[in-house]
C-alpha cells in the first residue's frame, strides 16, 4: 500500500494564535516525522476576504516564519506558497464542474462569511471549499491535520472526489480531517463568543507574536463571577472556557489544582488568570522569539519557498498528468 500523504495549510490573514498553534501546527510538526507531508501558506484563499494585497507578502513571510518557528522543518516537509502552484488552478476549474451551487450556499462558513462581509460576496468565497479540495487533491493527500472549523469543508472534499472519481475513474483518495485519532479541536476566543482567529475577535486571541505583557492584559480581562457557592456545580461556559485554555498551556498539576479549588468552591479565578497568562507567555515567547529572527531573514525565507515550491510542483505536475488523461483532455 502506498504512504499516506498529508497536507494542510494556513492563510496568511494575519498573525497566528494559538488556535492555528493547537488546532493545525501542533500536528503538521509531529506529522511531518511519520509521513511525507506538504504545508502551504493558503495566499489564494486569503483573497476572498482580503482583496487588498498591501500587506500580504509581508504575512506571506510571517506565516512562513511561524510555521518554522513552531517547529516545521522544511527539508523535511514540503513547505510552499499556494500561488506558486499554478496547477492548482487547473484542479480548481475542473472541480468547479463538479460542484453544485446549492451545496456551496449551504456551508456554514460561507454563510458566516457573508454576514461579516456582505459588501464582498464573491464568487471564490462561494467556491472556497472547491480550491481547498483541489489544494488537497493535487498531492493525493488523504491526511489533513485541521482545527474543528474545518470539518465541513472536508466533508465536502469527499463528496468532490466521490464525484470526480465515479466520473473519471478512481484517481483520488478521500480526505480525511485528522487529528490522531482523537476529535477535531477548537480553541475558543478568550471572551467565549466564538474560536481564536486571525482576522475577527483580536482581542480575545492570544496571537504568537504577542508581548507579554499584551498576554496577561488580554487574559486579566476574561470575564469571570465570584466563584460557586456549592461543591460540584457545573461550570457557566466563560468558566469552562478558561479551564479548556488551561488544559492547553498549563500543566497537569496546575490544571488539576484549580480544578479541585472550584469543585470545593475556593477557586479565585484572579490567581487562576495570572497563572493561565504566565503559562501563555512561557508558551509563546520562544515561538515569539524564533520568528522574529526568522522573519528577518528574508534571503532564507526566500530559499524555503523556492525548495517547496519545486518539490510541490513535481507533485502537482505529476497528478494533472493523471487527472488530464483521466477525464480524457489528452488530445
Ligand atoms: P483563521 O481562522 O485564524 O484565519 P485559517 O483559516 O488560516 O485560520 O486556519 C488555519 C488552520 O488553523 C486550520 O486548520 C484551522 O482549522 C485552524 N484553526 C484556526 N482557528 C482555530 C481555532 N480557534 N481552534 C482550532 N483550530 C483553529
Known amino acids: 500500500m502506498e504512504a499516506k500523504i498529508v497536507m494542510s495549510g494556513i492563510r496568511p490573514t494575519g498573525f497566528l494564535h494559538l488556535g492555528n498553534y493547537f488546532g493545525a501546527l501542533q500536528n503538521y510538526v509531529l506529522l511531518q516525522q511519520q509521513y511525507p507531508c506538504f504545508f502551504m501558506v493558503a495566499d489564494l484563499h486569503s483573497l476572498t476576504t482580503h482583496p487588498d494585497t498591501k500587506e500580504l507578502k509581508e504575512n506571506v513571510h510571517r506565516v512562513l516564519a511561524e510555521n518554522i518557528a513552531c517547529g516545521i522543518d522544511p527539508n523535511q516537509a514540503t513547505l510552499y506558497c499556494q500561488s506558486h502552484i499554478p496547477e492548482t488552478s487547473e484542479l480548481y476549474l475542473y472541480l468547479n464542474m463538479l460542484a453544485y451551487k446549492g451545496e456551496l450556499e449551504k456551508t456554514v462558513t460561507f454563510k458566516e462569511k457573508v454576514r461579516l462581509q456582505?459588501?464582498?460576496?464573491?464568487?471564490?468565497?462561494?467556491?472556497?471549499?472547491?480550491?481547498?479540495?483541489?489544494?488537497?487533491?493535487?498531492?493525493?493527500?488523504?491526511?489533513?491535520?485541521?482545527?474543528?472549523?474545518?470539518?465541513?469543508?472536508?466533508?465536502?472534499?469527499?463528496?468532490?472526489?466521490?464525484?470526480?472519481?465515479?466520473?473519471?475513474?478512481?484517481?483520488?483518495?478521500?480526505?480525511?480531517?485528522?487529528?490522531?485519532?482523537?476529535?477535531?479541536?477548537?480553541?475558543?476566543?478568550?471572551?467565549?463568543?466564538?474560536?481564536?482567529?486571525?482576522?475577527?475577535?483580536?482581542?480575545?486571541?492570544?496571537?504568537?507574536?504577542?508581548?507579554?505583557?499584551?498576554?496577561?492584559?488580554?487574559?486579566?480581562?476574561?470575564?469571570?463571577?465570584?466563584?460557586?457557592?456549592?461543591?460540584?456545580?457545573?461550570?457557566?461556559?466563560?468558566?469552562?472556557?478558561?479551564?479548556?485554555?488551561?488544559?492547553l498551556v498549563s500543566t497537569e498539576e496546575v490544571f488539576n489544582q484549580f480544578e479541585v479549588a472550584y469543585n470545593n468552591c475556593t477557586i479565585r479565578y484572579g490567581d487562576m488568570k495570572k497563572q493561565l497568562a504566565e503559562d501563555m507567555i512561557n508558551f509563546v515567547a520562544p515561538i515569539r522569539s524564533k520568528a522574529q529572527d526568522l522573519f528577518a531573514n528574508k534571503k532564507y525565507l526566500q530559499e524555503v519557498m523556492e525548495q517547496g515550491a519545486a518539490k510541490a510542483r513535481q507533485s502537482a505536475k505529476s497528478t494533472m498528468e493523471i487527472v488530464r488523461h483521466s477525464m480524457g483532455l489528452n488530445y
Request: aromatic fraction near 8%; charge should be neutral; glycine fraction near 6%.
Open 118 to 247: 456582505p459588501e464582498n460576496v464573491n464568487a471564490g468565497l462561494l467556491t472556497y471549499p472547491v480550491l481547498q479540495t483541489a489544494d488537497i487533491i493535487l498531492h493525493r493527500a488523504s491526511l489533513v491535520p485541521v482545527g474543528k472549523d474545518q470539518e465541513q469543508h472536508l466533508e465536502m472534499a469527499r463528496n468532490f472526489v466521490a464525484r470526480f472519481n465515479h466520473r473519471y475513474g478512481i484517481v483520488f483518495p478521500e480526505p480525511h480531517a485528522f487529528n490522531f485519532g482523537s476529535n477535531l479541536i477548537k480553541v475558543p476566543s478568550l471572551d467565549g463568543s466564538g474560536k481564536m482567529s486571525k482576522s475577527e475577535n483580536q482581542n480575545a486571541t492570544i496571537f504568537l507574536a504577542d508581548e507579554d505583557e499584551t498576554i496577561r492584559k488580554k487574559v486579566m480581562r476574561v470575564k469571570t463571577d465570584n466563584g460557586p457557592t456549592s461543591e460540584q456545580t457545573p461550570k457557566p461556559d466563560y468558566i469552562e472556557n478558561i479551564f479548556l485554555l488551561m488544559k
